[in-house]
């Protein structure tokens, strides 16, 4: 496929973008000596490491990595934005993006450039991912950390696939340095038994945890575990789900901040609940990127500029409807959104927008952030072993679970109170409405809803009651594929609907 053959031009800056440190000054100065090629390139230890490190660099952002100015890595904003657009939590309200109404609205067609923008980075980060799997094996260098990185490679490549089938289906599994220009697509159940292996074969040399400080935001074997259990949830392996959520659950290495509030602080960056996180700004440890996260300027309502806060834009909100699903009580709402404002005249009253992103103490502007975006956390592990034990018929143990999730709900800062009570005594149909709805109260805006209601069969249920009169459509149990990489390649065709 000509468009993602072509991005292994990328690697001609590998060198470049490790030896540079990640450095947004140093981004900007020009040093030939750095122009690295795949011929003379993947022959010591450090360019191994620079191959991987090049690899997690497209989770974030890419403008100054030759990609023609484009910043929006995997996790930057556009995938996440669409899959709460296309779901009941999120409305767009940024003025000439018709691309995030349209995916609101359920009205996108394959012409929407948000498609290809996802298309094309979850496929540079493989094509990175495929070239450092089939490299790094021939470098002499310490056998442990070659194992290790190659297995970060596999995670890496893994989770990419995991996103593009469960949005697209049947997509090109494209696994070598060289593969055909003009790839077909593989079938739904080959893709995922290739996730599967990739995600397998990474936790078997993916260490539990790495050194402080020198592996922040790397994947572990717990980051692997997690990413599986999802796997086999979306795949309704009700067992193989809960055996991987229970191997996170059983290695000690996670727990939940008491407070919910300090989930989302920059100081509990990488800390116990953290499985999986994308690192923006100073995001420190061994993984360092110069580009800002997107939340403050997206998410905080613009009338915040009268506290000095100077480019808070508002872009995307939740719905009504979301908001109103959480009890007064419930800690999350409080920690989720901002519905006040201290203005110079007072306090004044808008509608909801999410904060839980903004740690305002450290970061009192909300001209940038350099909060993590949360792939997967431990609540999540969570609620997937209590949604898996519940379709297996263990009612009590499902409902332990989810009520562990829970309890932290009711802590309001320094005490239990008397809100968000368990749950006991759930039919299993009944469980699973309030698991579905645990899930869009614990993960507002972390790019899990619409996965949630596709693999539940709620799309056309639950939207209309957050967006009346848009009705999802059949066809919307998958997105549609970017028309240019359609046009480019006979052999993809286009979903059905599109």
């Known amino acids: 496929m000509k468009s993602i053959r072509i991005q292994l031009i990328s690697m001609l800056l590998l060198g470049a973008i490790v030896m540079m440190n990640f450095s947004c000054k140093k981004f900007l100065e020009e040093d030939p000596k750095n122009q690295v090629t795949i011929t003379n390139f993947y022959k010591t230890e450090s360019d191994a490491i620079a191959a991987v490190n090049a690899i997690y660099a497209y989770l974030n952002s890419v403008d100054n990595f030759g990609s023609g100015g484009n910043t929006a890595g995997v996790y930057h904003s556009t995938f996440w934005l669409a899959i709460g657009l296309a779901s009941d939590e999120m409305l767009n309200n940024q003025l000439g993006a018709a691309n995030f109404d349209q995916i609101s609205s359920f009205s996108h067609t394959p012409q929407n450039p948000s498609m290809q923008e996802i298309w094309g980075m979850h496929y540079k980060t493989i094509t990175l991912a495929n070239i450092a799997i089939a490299r790094i094996p ?5 056998a442990t950390l070659r194992n290790r990185l190659v297995g970060e490679a596999k995670f890496l490549r893994g989770l990419m696939y995991f996103n593009l089938v469960r949005m697209f289906g049947e997509v090109p599994l494209l696994l070598e340095e060289n593969n055909p220009l003009l790839a077909g697509k593989s079938s739904v159940d080959a893709i995922y038994e290739q996730v599967e292996k990739d995600l397998a074969e990474a936790a078997a040399v993916l260490p539990l945890a790495y050194d402080p400080g020198n592996g922040r935001g790397r994947a572990t074997s717990g980051a ?9 949830l979306t795949r309704k392996n009700w067992e193989q789900a809960s055996l991987y959520a229970k191997k996170v659950i059983d290695s000690e290495q996670y727990e939940l901040w008491q407070d919910f509030a300090d989930v989302f602080k920059l100081s509990s960056r990488g800390g116990k609940e953290a499985i999986f996180s994308v690192g923006f700004g100073d995001a420190g440890g061994a993984i360092v990127f110069w580009e800002v996260g997107q939340f403050n300027v997206r998410l905080l309502p613009s009338a915040l500029s009268v506290e000095g806060v100077q480019n808070a834009q508002g872009w995307q909100f939740p719905t009504e409807h979301l908001y109103n699903q959480f009890e007064v009580d419930d800690r999350r709402r409080t920690v989720t959104f901002i519905t006040e404002i201290n203005g110079p005249n007072g306090a004044f009253t808008i509608r909801p927008y999410v904060k839980k992103y903004w740690d305002r103490i450290m970061e009192p502007q909300g001209n940038n952030s350099s909060n993590d975006f949360p792939v997967i956390r431990y609540a999540d592990v969570l609620l997937i072993y209590a949604e898996a034990q519940n379709e297996l018929g263990n009612s009590q143990v499902a409902h332990n679970y ?3 999730v829970r309890k932290r709900a009711r ?7 008397n809100a968000v009570p368990d749950y006991a005594g759930l039919s299993q149909d009944q469980f699973r409405e309030a698991i579905l709805k645990e899930r869009a109260l614990e993960f507002v805006f972390e790019g899990h809803r619409w996965f949630d209601l596709v693999r539940t069969g709620k799309l056309e249920q639950l939207v209309p009651l957050a967006k009346p009169g848009v ?4 066809r919307n149990y ?10 480019l390649n006979p052999n993809l065709g286009q979903n059905n609907g599109y």
């Open 138 to 142: 021939g470098i002499e260098m310490n």
């Open 224 to 232: 692997a575990n997690a990413i599986l259990a999802k796997v086999y």
């Open 402 to 404: 989810i009520n562990e």
């Open 411 to 417: 802590y309001n800062g320094s005490t239990y109170i």
């Open 471 to 474: 009705t999802p459509a059949a």
């Open 478 to 487: 998958l997105f549609p594929l970017p028309q240019r990489e359609v046009d």
